[in-house]
């Protein structure tokens, strides 16, 4: 009785995560298509402006799949925003932002959590991330070529980048600094979780760098 007992706390503990984890994708499936329908843009011309599938956009949108990095960066060129935008609703303006560490936005993105650091700064074309990686988690797969630069601090695991296909193996207190236009991407090759600071800025004071980005497309 008292293993029966044990056994549904555990299977309801199963089920709140498994609740929980939905949550962020709804949740960000709700921010994208309020964004895409601000514009007046259906799925398709949606589509045809991302050069992403459209069964994929609307999985997203309905919470039914978690977008890679890659994916999110190929939505902000398309809609002409900061990556950050995925992840907060409009916000009133502050020039100060504290953010406790419990209460950080954050979504799913493919393999890893990604949390927002810049949460309702007004003005500021500085986007911050803490980005905790699962084993084998990568920034999307293929090589991403943007505006700006981008600095990356390891804070825990092990996480490769290739530069321009130059290597950069980073560990825990090592930290990169690059012109972004050159072809980078990376991934997690640690035994377990890798976690990464990763802080976007453009070239220029004036446009986000997420306006800017461009990728070598592929079909989806």
């Not at 986007?127 to 630069?149: D, Q």
Request: proline share 5%; with cysteine.
């Amino acid at each position: 009785m008292a293993t029966q007992n044990g056994n549904q706390k555990v299977n309801k503990k199963s089920q709140t995560i498994e609740q929980n984890a939905g949550t962020g994708e709804e949740e960000l499936g709700l921010r994208i298509r309020d964004l895409r329908t601000q514009r007046g843009w259906t799925l398709k011309q949606m589509s045809v402006l991302s050069g992403l599938n459209i069964n994929t956009l609307s999985l997203m949108e309905k919470g039914k799949t978690s977008p890679s990095i890659y994916t999110l960066q190929r939505l902000a060129t398309a809609m002409e925003l900061p990556l950050k935008e995925f992840f907060e609703p409009a916000q009133p303006h502050n020039l100060v932002v504290f953010t406790a560490q419990d209460r950080r936005p954050q979504t799913a993105s493919e393999k890893a959590i990604i949390e927002n650091l810049g949460k309702g700064l007004t003005g500021s074309t500085l986007e911050p991330f803490v980005v905790a990686m699962e084993k084998f988690a990568t920034s999307g797969g293929r090589t991403l070529i943007h505006s700006g630069f981008e600095f990356v601090y390891c804070l825990s695991g092990k996480i490769l980048y290739w530069i321009q296909e130059n290597e950069y193996p980073l560990n825990p207190g090592d930290s990169i600094l690059f012109a972004a236009q050159m072809g980078h991407r990376w991934e997690n090759i640690n035994d377990g979780e890798s976690k990464l600071l990763l802080v976007l800025t453009p070239a220029c004071g004036i446009v986000e760098q997420s306006k800017k980005h461009f990728y070598p497309f592929e079909g989806e």
